[in-house]
């Protein structure tokens, strides 16, 4: 299967990447991807990007190196009640947002806190990926999530990069994948990638959603086409 978008990267406006939005941009053409997301993490990390880097991010252009460049943010999850790190005005003006649990910003708690932190943000209609939901450092109840994202359209990230650095995502991403194919779920495949070279890469999570037995048309970002209409039903 090909993945025509790439729905999660970083450039080094998030400190801890290495690679600029043109560096990206290339090598998203090298790996004949039609689109990629640029989603840095939000500003309630230490030292990331200021609320007036999203804003700005309309002065580039919607198309670099023939590449469809989507303007996107990793929210962070602040609370169990699912608030996140970027006002309203920020992300309305954006392409879409993605939020996820980060250990700078919500201390991982019991998985009954986590739930309730991913499913609050799964609820925030701000909100249209979670990212890396099988995290193995905030356990969740699986089930509870995947219901709470069919029941609102959002989509569940298989995140590339989980399996090389986060721990034990081996066994608890499969799980999630299965969940998903059994009930539906909308679920994005992002690289994750800090540095340009990962880009457009997705060569360990695809297998699990193959054998999952996840579908083609639940791939919200499977092709450029089913990325747009995804983004276009996330609007009022
Ligand atoms: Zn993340
Ligand atoms: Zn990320």
């Known amino acids: ?92 003006a954006l392409d ?32 249209s990926v979670i990212t890396h939901p099988a995290n193995p450092a905030f356990p969740v109840y699986y089930e509870e999530v995947v219901d709470a994202a069919v029941k609102n359209g959002k989509a569940l990230e298989i995140n590339n990069s989980s399996f090389k650095v986060r721990v034990g995502s081996d066994e608890t991403c499969p799980i999630l994948a299965k969940l998903c194919a059994e009930r539906g779920a909308l679920i994005s495949c992002g690289s994750d990638a800090h540095y340009h070279k990962d880009i457009g890469r997705f060569d360990l999570a695809l297998p699990v959603i193959k054998k999952a037995g996840i579908k083609p048309h639940q791939i919200v970002n499977r092709t450029l086409k089913s990325f747009l209409l995804f983004l276009e039903s996330r609007r009022p």
């Open 96 to 127: 879409f947002a993605m939020a996820g649990l980060h250990e700078g910003c919500f201390r991982p708690s019991s998985r009954t806190i986590n739930t309730k932190a991913l499913i609050a943000a799964i609820e925030n209609p701000l909100v």
């Open 1 to 92: 299967m090909k993945i025509e978008v790439d729905t999660h990267t970083h450039s080094i406006a998030s400190l801890h990447a290495y690679s600029t939005i043109e560096e990206l941009s290339r090598s998203a053409k090298k790996a004949g991807l039609k689109g990629f997301a640029i989603t840095d993490h939000g500003p309630a990390l230490q030292g990331y990007p200021h609320p007036y880097y999203f804003g700005n991010l309309r002065i580039l252009p919607s198309k670099i190196n023939g590449v469809r460049l989507f303007r996107g943010v990793e929210l962070n999850i602040m609370n169990a009640e699912g608030a996140v790190d970027l006002t309203e005005g920020y992300i309305d």
